[in-house]
């Protein structure tokens, strides 16, 4: 049933008293259904662009976030990048030098200078030289039959340079 045919039925028309009127009256009836759809048409894409406007945006506002928040993350990484070497660092030393240098014979450490000071506390008993060209946080053990390297640096920057990449090309993680 039509629209036309739901609206006689409800409002059935009287008989004109002339006989133009009842065609004048559908004709009129007839043209404010076709603007009240049209208006509703209008009305639907007006909507449908506002939505889509606005799906745009949150979306352009949700890529800025993450890519603050990549921004800050490398930056917090690279802020802390030495004192995290440096700590890494000396907990392996402690964790390795008492066990190197019981029985080992001499034992042998090669520092970055940023940490040069806290290995010769840690481990008075070994000879501790400084490496102008070591990465810092990095420390190199010797003992007779052995040997540590540790570069915690090299790792960090490893992160640093993901965090870069997902930074660069945008990627999901």
């Not at 945006?57 to 930056?75: F, G, H, K, N, Y």
Request: with cysteine; proline share 5%.
């Amino acid at each position: 049933m039509t629209r036309s045919a739901v609206a006689i039925a409800l409002f059935p028309p009287l008989a004109p008293a002339h006989p133009d009127i009842g065609s004048e009256f559908d004709r009129g009836f007839d043209a404010g259904r076709m603007s009240a759809e049209s208006a509703a048409a209008v009305a639907l894409a007006a909507l449908r662009l506002a939505f889509d406007t606005a799906q745009a945006e949150a979306e352009a506002a949700s890529q800025l976030v993450r890519d603050e928040m990549i921004e800050a993350t490398r930056r917090l990484i690279v802020a802390c990048a030495p004192q995290l070497a440096a700590r890494a660092t000396l907990e392996a030393l402690s964790e390795v030098l008492g066990a190197a240098i019981n029985g080992q014979g001499a034992v042998t450490i090669s520092v970055a200078p940023d940490i040069a000071e806290a290995v010769r506390a840690l481990a008075s008993d070994a000879a501790v030289e400084v490496d102008p060209s070591a990465p810092v946080g990095s420390a190199s053990v010797r003992w007779r039959h052995g040997g540590l390297d540790s570069s915690p640096m090299r790792a960090i920057e490893s992160v640093i340079e993901l965090i870069n990449q997902q930074s660069c090309n945008g990627a999901e993680t």
